[in-house]
């Protein structure tokens, strides 16, 4: 089975910091996809990456950036954290079969 | 509105019972119909699959899907405590997924 591994679980940074969430894949899978997921909204789409250094917006990538410079790895960036970026990031990879999702990263910004 | 309606709940019965969930959705081009379960504290993961109007099972558990009205539910028969969890539907055109908001399901033991 494809695993998808996320480096940090929990993570508190200071508003205005440049906050990178790491998110790797151990198989070769082109499709990766970075969520937030919150109380009542549930999970939404910030962005998508469907080759190396190839890259669409979702739902709501306003204060995000991503970074696909190889295969396995999708980075999301927090240019300047806010203290409304505070959620879990959920990062996804598509098996053809459904969406495998990594374990998660709580982010508080305070 | 939303693409994919899911009544958040929270639904909470005793071990043994039957536990439905249900989702719509206004897309007609969803192809492709999922249900996840996720623990506190974890990412989801994927329990069913289904691309076709009607039922498909896995053990105790009962994909259903009727195009023509836009409606997906899932079944769980013989619920335990370790169902309990929250179920998110997801349905998808091409790869990229619509997530319901999830229900928060808790089994009694």
């Known amino acids: 089975d494809v695993k998808v591994t996320q480096s940090s679980r929990y993570l508190v940074k200071r508003t205005g910091e440049k906050v990178f969430l790491e998110c790797v894949q151990d198989m070769d899978h082109e499709n990766m996809f970075w969520y937030r997921q919150d109380p009542g909204l549930g999970l939404r789409l910030i962005y998508f990456s469907y080759d190396v250094k190839m890259k669409e917006k979702g739902d709501i990538p306003e204060g995000y950036s991503v970074s696909r410079e190889k295969k396995e790895r999708f980075s999301l960036i927090l240019e300047s954290a806010s203290t409304n970026q505070t959620s879990m990031y959920l990062c996804?990879?598509?098996?053809?079969?459904?969406?495998?999702f990594g374990s998660g990263t709580r982010l508080t910004v305070v | 509105q939303k693409e994919v309606e899911q009544d958040p709940g929270p639904l909470s019965v005793p071990e043994g019972a039957i536990v439905s969930l249900n989702c719509t959705y206004s897309?007609?081009?969803?192809?492709?119909f999922m249900w996840y379960r996720q623990y506190s504290r974890k990412g989801p993961e994927l329990l069913m699959y289904?691309?076709?109007?009607g039922n498909k099972e896995d053990g105790r558990f009962t994909a259903q899907v009727d195009k023509s009205s836009k409606y997906i539910s899932l079944f769980i028969r013989d619920s335990q405590p370790s169902d309990s969890a929250t179920y998110l539907c997801a349905m998808s055109v091409d790869y990229k997924l619509s997530f319901g908001a999830g229900t928060t399901v808790t089994v009694r033991a």
């Open positions: 289904t691309y076709s109007s």
């Open positions: 897309n007609s081009a969803f192809q492709y």
């Open positions: 996804a990879i598509d098996t053809v079969y459904g969406y495998t």
